[in-house]
Structures are given as structure tokens and as C-alpha cells.
């Protein structure tokens, strides 16, 4: 076993003790190192943790044919070992608050500690969706002082407040837009989305039953104009343009690219989820944006990974705005606040293409949200914007000496950097460093996306890093990419600090096993 990490110390085996010092300068966050079995493996299934009486009845008559006649297939803990058992598997859980999580186009930063606060508050916990609106109208107000603060800050017309997250987003907005085409009394059935897109967008359209076409990027890693030009045409039903787009660029022809395709009678879909680069900077709104959502839970910091929970409100272009989703949040001329849950504005109007999900959205999240932008304030979201490209840049400029940086020659990036894998010794790539970096205790960066760049790396350190974290990030990424160009085959075998060793990446998304059979197999 020859592995090393950059601090220079070695994973003790076999009972060696390495030497404490070696901690004290170890580079990354070394949080991953217990082993811990299952609980069934932990405690024998014939105890139980707990002393509960034999009942002093017999049951009642109909009941005893639901008397258990084996004890249960169950773990047999005290409470402590069953805490302990949990907090040791809560110490292998990576997590924004043990070190930072460099995954591109995902935006994971730290989450102010007042957002939760303000989430826990019980005016804000406990309310229930189907409460009187009489007794919710501060919850109320928070939904509608937040879609004030999004409309205001992408400068467009309204807000759909319900969508559950980025990818329900993108659905609502092309609901919207086949709901504006139907009023128009049009079948338009294709939409536009480049290459360079985020994975959901494709996905999306053909979900909600358009046929995708591809549109080819430039060299700079930007959409090509003349070839969408090229497109368009009565069948375009519209574009989906992620901006920033996934190379980590804004698309400086985004006015353009509106122009050509409202000329053509489609409507512009912008994916939004990478807004915390441009916030506060530029108002998707004068770009000709007709709908974008906005993942709450990256720019304005709310939390996620794991599968949620999540909220991507989507604004709305005048064109749009009147086929949004029910139920929606009004502020009435006399300053009152309705909640519309069904819309009835009379024939010959146009009308809510329906509705998503089954209530207005994800309280916790609006309130976190808000909550971030009232303490930041719109200097301060400018300022969030700023940082976060300030700090993608540095670990461009501190690194493309060593991995190729494909678009770093057109200029500065926005808010993820992205390197590829070419010039690293024969039979490495970006998996090696990937795993590499596990040993120098941080999170992987996204690999292998976006699909335009090979052995593609991104990196977004957000702007919450401090330059000491992003100095230690950057030692450790320079190490492991050092390695895999000098062909350290100790990389190929990484992770060597974690629990589990480099898994089978088929099979462990295929077959993951997921479930304890016990004895009964
Ligand atoms: C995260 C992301 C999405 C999807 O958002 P979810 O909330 O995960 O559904 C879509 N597009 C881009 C560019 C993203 O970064």
C-alpha cells in the first residue's frame, strides 16, 4: 500500500499508528474513516433493548390471529448503543458543514444558520396547508414578499410560486408555453435545446411530449447562433437556454438568440438554476426571457441533495404570465393578500393551464429564502454574484497550468470552473482524480458533465468559501492531478481513507443492494 495524500501521510494498516502530527497538517477534512456495521450485525436479534411488561390481558376477541408467533427479525440495541450506532453513521454522511462540496452546476454552499431559525419559527413549521386563510396570512405574506423580491430581481411580469424544484420548473414553463400556443390556436411540436444543456432540460421537453432537437456549440462553449437560426421555423414550439450554461459561461447573445426565436413566433425558455452568478447583475427579463425558474435551493441557499426537499419558483414574461399554475398568491388594490385557489376570470379570457401539485410550494424553503435575501439585501445578493464568480476564477487561474482548461482562453468564467482530463499519464482520467481527491478528504468535483468537454471536471467552489478553504482545495486538487499525470498507480485503487474502496461505478447503479434479508434471505 503506497498511498499518500498531499499532506504526506500514508492510511494506517494492519494496527500501525501514524504519527499525530501528521493530522495537524493534513490538507483536507479527514471526516470519512469509521467502519460501521449493520445494526442487525451490532446487536443479536433474540434481545430486546427495552424492558416492556408481558400484557396482563389476554387479547381481544377477533385480535389473537394477530399474535405474533416468532419474535421480530429486529436488532436488539440499548437506547445508547442505538444513538451511537446513528451518530456514527451521521460521522461517514459528507456534508456542507464538515467541508465544502465543489459539485458543478450544483451550487452547494453553506446555509445561514438564521434561515433556520426563521424556518422553525411555529407561525412558519407548523401551519397546515388547508388552515383558513384568515389564520395564515403572515405565511401568506412571506410567499407573496418573496415573489415581489424574485419578480423584481429577474425583471419579469409574474411568478409561479408551486413547483417543487428545478426540473418541475422547467416543466411548468413549458406547460405555459403549449398553454399560450393552444390559446393561439397552434400545434407547434419541437423544441430547441443545445448541446451544452443541462441534463433535465432534453428531458423535460420530452416529457411533456415535444420532439428535442439539438443545437451544435461554438468552440468558445457557447450556443450557436446561425445554427439555431437555422432551425427555427413554424413547427418551434420554442429554446431552452441554460444561462449561465453548463461550461460555467454566460451566453452573451441571449438578446439575440430572443429576437430570432420570437421573429419565428417560439418562446424563449431560460434554465435558471445557475442565477447565482448573474444575480443582482444582469435581469433575465430585458434578455427577452418568456420563462425561467430559479432553484431556490441554490442561489438563495436553502438546502438540498439527497433527493430535497427543494423549490423552483418560475417568472413569467407578459406573454405567459396568464396561463400559469394555480393556486396562486394576489395582493388585492387595498393591500389584502388572497390566496386564488380556483380561477374564474370569464369567457374569453385566457385561463390557468391547471395545476402541479396539490398546495402553493414549500413553506420551509420560501421562508429560508426570503429569510437570505432580506439579511443579504439586493447590494448584498449583487455581492453573492460577484464572489462566487471571483472564487470559480481563482481555482481556474490556480489550476490550468496543470488541467487543461477548455474555454479559460475566451476569457474569465462565471461561477463553476471546467477542466478536462486530457494530458494525464496513459489510462488515468477524471475518475482517478475524483477518487484522489476522497483521500484528501473532500467531496469530488462533478465529473464527466457537461457531456461537450472530454473527461469533463467542473468545479463551483460558491461563493461562500473562504480563500484559506480554497487554498487548501486547490493544494489538494494540484496534488492528486500531479499524481495522475505522473501515473501514481496508488490513484487507480483510491479511495483508500473512506469506508468503502473504489466501487464497481455499473454496478453499484444498477444493482445497489439496498436491503438487510436477515436469516430469512
Ligand atoms: C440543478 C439544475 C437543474 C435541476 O434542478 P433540480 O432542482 O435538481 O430539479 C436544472 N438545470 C441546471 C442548470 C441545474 O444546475
Given at each position: ?31 470519512l ?69 465543489p459539485?458543478g ?14 424556518a ?16 395564515v ?32 420548473g ?71 437556454i ?7 459561461l ?30 443582482g447583475?444582469v ?51 387595498d ?16 385561463r ?12 420551509g ?20 454574484a ?49 477518487k ?60 483508500h ?25
Amino acid at each position: 500500500m503506497n498511498a499518500v495524500n498531499a499532506a504526506g501521510w500514508r492510511p494506517a494498516m494492519g494496527g500501525a499508528e501514524e504519527p499525530a502530527e501528521k493530522f495537524a497538517t493534513a490538507s483536507g477534512d479527514y471526516g470519512l474513516m469509521l467502519e460501521e456495521p449493520l445494526s442487525f450485525e451490532l446487536g443479536a436479534t433474540d434481545k430486546c433493548g427495552v424492558d416492556i411488561d408481558a400484557p396482563d390481558r389476554a387479547p381481544a376477541p377477533g385480535l389473537s390471529k394477530f399474535l405474533r408467533k416468532a419474535a421480530p427479525n429486529l436488532p436488539g440495541l440499548t437506547e445508547p448503543e442505538t444513538m451511537r450506532h446513528y451518530t456514527r453513521l451521521s460521522r461517514q454522511n459528507y456534508a456542507i458543514d464538515l467541508g465544502p462540496f465543489p459539485l458543478g452546476s450544483c451550487t452547494m454552499k453553506h446555509n445561514p444558520r438564521l434561515n433556520e431559525k426563521m424556518a422553525r419559527l411555529p407561525g412558519f413549521a407548523d401551519v397546515h396547508p388547508l388552515q383558513p386563510q384568515k389564520s395564515v396570512e403572515g405565511a401568506l405574506e412571506v410567499i407573496e414578499q418573496l415573489a415581489d423580491w424574485l419578480t423584481r430581481l429577474t425583471g419579469m411580469a409574474s411568478v409561479a410560486m408551486s413547483p417543487k424544484a428545478g426540473a418541475h420548473g422547467e416543466l411548468c414553463g413549458l406547460l405555459c408555453i403549449r398553454a399560450a400556443l393552444d390559446a393561439r390556436g397552434e400545434t407547434r411540436d419541437v423544441v430547441l435545446v443545445p448541446e451544452s444543456a443541462h441534463g433535465t432540460n432534453p428531458a423535460t421537453a420530452a416529457f411533456a411530449g415535444f420532439k428535442v432537437e439539438s443545437i451544435p456549440a461554438t468552440p468558445a462553449g457557447r450556443v450557436d447562433l446561425e445554427a439555431l437560426k437555422a432551425k427555427l421555423g413554424p413547427n418551434v414550439a420554442g429554446v431552452m437556454i441554460t444561462n449561465p450554461n453548463t461550461c460555467g459561461l454566460f451566453e452573451p447573445e441571449m438578446k439575440a438568440i430572443a429576437d430570432a426565436v420570437h421573429a419565428a413566433g417560439g418562446y424563449v425558455y431560460c434554465d435558471g438554476a445557475n442565477f447565482n452568478a448573474i444575480v443582482g447583475k444582469v435581469r433575465p427579463g430585458d434578455l427577452g426571457v418568456d420563462a425561467m425558474h430559479i432553484n431556490l435551493h441554490k442561489t438563495f441557499s436553502t438546502p438540498h441533495g439527497g433527493g430535497g426537499p427543494g423549490a423552483g419558483p418560475v417568472v413569467l414574461s407578459e406573454a405567459l404570465a396568464p396561463f400559469a399554475p394555480l393556486p396562486f398568491v394576489t395582493r388585492g388594490a387595498d393591500g389584502s393578500i388572497h390566496l386564488v385557489e380556483e380561477e374564474n376570470r370569464g369567457e374569453g379570457h385566457a385561463r390557468s393551464f391547471g395545476r402541479m401539485v396539490a398546495f402553493h410550494g414549500q413553506m420551509g424553503m420560501f421562508t429560508r429564502a426570503l429569510t437570505y435575501m432580506l439579511s443579504h439585501g439586493a447590494d448584498g445578493l449583487r455581492q453573492v454574484a460577484e464572489d462566487a464568480v471571483l472564487n470559480a476564477n481563482y481555482v481556474l487561474r490556480a489550476c490550468e497550468d496543470l488541467l487543461p482548461a477548455p474555454f479559460a482562453k475566451s476569457g474569465p468564467c462565471m461561477h463553476e470552473a471546467l477542466f478536462s482530463d486530457a494530458g494525464l499519464a496513459e489510462g488515468f482520467s477524471t475518475l482517478d482524480i475524483a477518487k484522489g481527491l476522497i483521500d484528501e478528504g473532500f467531496h469530488p468535483m462533478t465529473v464527466y458533465f457537461p457531456l461537450v468537454v472530454k473527461g469533463a471536471m467542473l468545479v463551483e467552489p460558491t461563493e461562500t468559501e473562504s480563500k484559506a478553504g480554497l487554498d487548501r482545495f486547490i493544494a489538494s486538487l494540484r496534488s492528486v492531478a500531479e499524481r495522475a499525470k505522473n501515473g501514481d498507480e496508488s490513484l487507480h485503487t483510491a479511495p483508500h481513507f473512506a469506508p468503502r474502496r473504489r466501487l464497481d461505478e455499473t454496478l453499484a447503479a444498477r444493482k445497489p443492494v439496498l436491503v438487510w434479508r436477515g436469516d430469512a434471505g
